[in-house]
């Protein structure tokens, strides 16, 4: 039977796919978002949905509404648009976990957390299980998500341990797609982009840091998984795409993909930027029975594909 399903951040990147992803499967779908880092657009072939709403609201607020579970995604995450407000980032992460579990509470829905693999930090383990618990600089640019984000973890475990909340908790790692934001900084839509235009691509530092980027679509089928496991799992899991590669890889894939004449020059590397990053999902596979289907040059070649025509 459908269930009433409350998305925050579901005007943005993932939680777009999302709302698609769980009225298709027959629920209820309420998006919550104050457009901070999206707009209605990524969501307007939803508004004559009979089973989609739309509501403008800021998490750092108490939300009064009666539903069956929460998929806590409203939070800035790239670095640009995370830093750009630091003390708002933290309190989006901290003060929205606040209220959405409040929320969870009184009308004891399920909830899920999109949590991140920057609460790893600059990993010292590699790849990265759910048992490391990572080495994050407190007091760097990178702080308000990546402690906020910690905080947010360690409220879920607290409603969880004191109130008996059913909780979910989501590490996800670099997602990529359509609909990411041309301007956000993040590196496949910038060097996309950069690539499209024949600009040259950036690579920050030497281009030998590493990430591992998972298909949007891939991300969300785990998500909804993950909420669907029986009351006992909570979590913490990893969703993301082990295959690991270089950003000058991912650099040379994408200029040769799109046919750019584009150089490739370096920049400076931001501080405390990650060195390595792929995510051990050994208990995704198991609990999930979920793995990544999406090759790289394929989520590429739609990704692409929507930078070239459909975001314009
Ligand atoms: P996004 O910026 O596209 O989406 C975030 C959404 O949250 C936006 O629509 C934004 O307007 C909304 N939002 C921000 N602050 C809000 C507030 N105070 N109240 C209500 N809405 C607010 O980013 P995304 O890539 O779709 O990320 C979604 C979630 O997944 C985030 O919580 C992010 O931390 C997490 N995540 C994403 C990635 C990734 O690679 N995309 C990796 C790890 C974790
Ligand atoms: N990056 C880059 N050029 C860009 C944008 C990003 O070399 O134009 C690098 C960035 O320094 C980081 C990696 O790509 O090492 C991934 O950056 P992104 O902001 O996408 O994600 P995150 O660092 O949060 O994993």
Aim: hydrophobic share 35%; aromatic share 8%.
């Amino acid at each position: 039977m459908g269930r009433r399903i409350l998305v925050t951040g579901g005007a943005g990147f993932i939680g777009s796919f999302l709302c698609e992803a769980l009225l298709s499967r027959g629920h209820d779908v309420l998006c919550v978002d104050n457009f901070f880092t999206s707009s209605r657009h990524n969501v307007e072939r939803l508004l004559d949905h009979k089973r989609f709403e739309l509501m403008r609201h800021d998490v750092t607020f108490p939300l009064y509404v009666e539903v069956d579970e929460i998929y806590n995604l409203a939070c800035p995450a790239s670095p640009i648009h995370y830093q750009r407000d630091p003390v708002q980032t933290t309190k989006t992460s901290v003060h929205g976990a606040i209220n959405m579990l409040g929320l969870a509470k009184r009308v004891k829905a399920k909830i899920l957390q999109a949590s991140t693999s920057e609460i790893y930090g600059d990993p010292i383990e590699h790849p990265q299980t759910e048992a490391y618990w990572g080495n994050v600089n407190p007091i760097g640019p990178r702080a308000c998500y990546d402690e906020g984000k910690r905080c947010a973890e360690t409220l879920f475990f607290d409603y969880h341990r004191q109130h008996k909340l059913r909780i979910k908790v989501a590490r996800i790692f670099n997602t990529y797609g359509p609909r990411m934001h041309p301007n956000d900084g993040r590196v496949v839509s910038n060097f996309i982009v950069q690539a499209l235009k024949s600009e040259p691509v950036t690579i920050y530092g030497e281009g030998n840091q590493t990430r591992s980027f998972c298909f949007v679509e891939d991300m969300v089928d785990g998500l909804i998984r993950l909420m669907d496991t029986p009351d006992s799992e909570t979590g913490p899991v990893n969703l993301g795409n082990p295959a690991e590669t270089t950003i000058l890889e991912l650099a040379q894939k994408i200029v040769a993909m799109t046919g750019s004449k584009s150089s490739i020059v370096m920049r400076p590397l931001p501080q405390d930027d990650p060195r390595q990053r792929s995510p051990d999902i050994s208990k995704a596979r198991s609990l999930l029975k979920w793995e990544p289907k999406v090759a790289l040059g394929v989520g590429l070649e739609k990704t692409i594909q929507y930078f070239a025509q459909d975001s314009r």
